[in-house]
């Protein structure tokens, strides 16, 4: 039943954001009551399955100070803009955007929202429970729970309608933003704060960039070779924490 319960659980959560879909809610507004499942369910769960009596500190949601919290969501923060840079400067490089500003206020806060949302939300779930509930079921594994984490966050982010090239591209370009972003918590002594930044800060910032600098580009860029090596060499310099 151990791995029945674990796969069931976000079976629940996902079905709760279908049904409100199913009855007519924009997707934003029907991810509300599956994010409220997650948050009351989930610290009752980390303290009858994996014995934690402090439940948010083992999902990294509680930080020993503001100071360490916000620090961390900095540094996650500064790589996400680091990456959107380096993404950016290729693309203007090899001709494949052009200016067109169009930003506004609105669009900003627009940004801002989506990126504090997705970020926090998704961390949670995935770096949050799911990582920690891999190493909970792996026996201590923590590099295996780090794959699969990462592979499960890829095929969970995947549009499989693409051509073969773009899916695995895309696919790819996902495992290794979840590798990243598993890294980060690790690096961060288990806050996921540092997660939420840099995975937040690429969501929000590409849509501001999208919506507002570059035009709308229909192709997720983390699928793409200038996605790729930024990722791999931030890998690299946390390959300590694998």
């Known amino acids: 039943m151990g791995w ?3 796969l069931l659980y976000p079976a629940v959560l996902v079905a709760i954001f279908l049904g409100g879909q199913a009855l007519g809610a924009p997707p934003a ?6 994010l409220l499942a997650l948050v009351v369910s989930l ?6 399955l994996w014995g934690q ?3 948010w500190i083992s999902l990294g949601v509680v930080a020993p100070s503001s100071k360490a919290l916000l620090k961390a969501l900095l540094r996650g923060l500064i790589k996400a803009l ?5 993404l950016l400067i290729g693309l203007l490089l090899t001709g494949q955007i052009q200016w067109q500003p169009a930003l506004s206020p609105g669009l900003l806060l627009n940004g801002l929202v ?5 970020g926090f939300a998704e961390e949670l779930l995935f770096r949050g429970w799911l990582m920690g509930e891999l190493e909970f079921r792996f026996a201590g594994k923590s590099g295996l729970a780090l794959v699969v984490q990462a592979l ?3 095929l969970a982010h995947t549009r499989f309608n693409l051509p073969l090239a773009s899916l695995l591209g895309l696919l790819g370009g996902l495992t290794l933003l979840g590798l990243a972003l598993g890294l980060q918590r690790r690096a961060d002594g288990g806050l996921i704060w540092g997660a939420v930044g840099l995975h937040g800060g690429l969501v929000g910032g590409w849509f501001v960039l999208n919506q507002g600098l570059i035009g709308q580009q229909e192709a997720n860029p983390i699928g793409s070779l200038l996605a790729w090596l930024p990722l791999v060499l931030l890998l690299w310099v946390r390959r300590r924490w694998w």
């Open 53 to 55: 009596t402090q439940p």
């Open 4 to 6: 029945v319960n674990t």
């Open 43 to 48: 610290p009752w769960r980390v303290k009858q």
């Open 114 to 118: 989506l990126g504090l949302g997705v």
């Open 29 to 34: 507004l029907a991810a509300v009551p599956a």
């Open 152 to 154: 499960i966050f890829s």
């Open 82 to 86: 680091l990456l959107l840079i380096f």
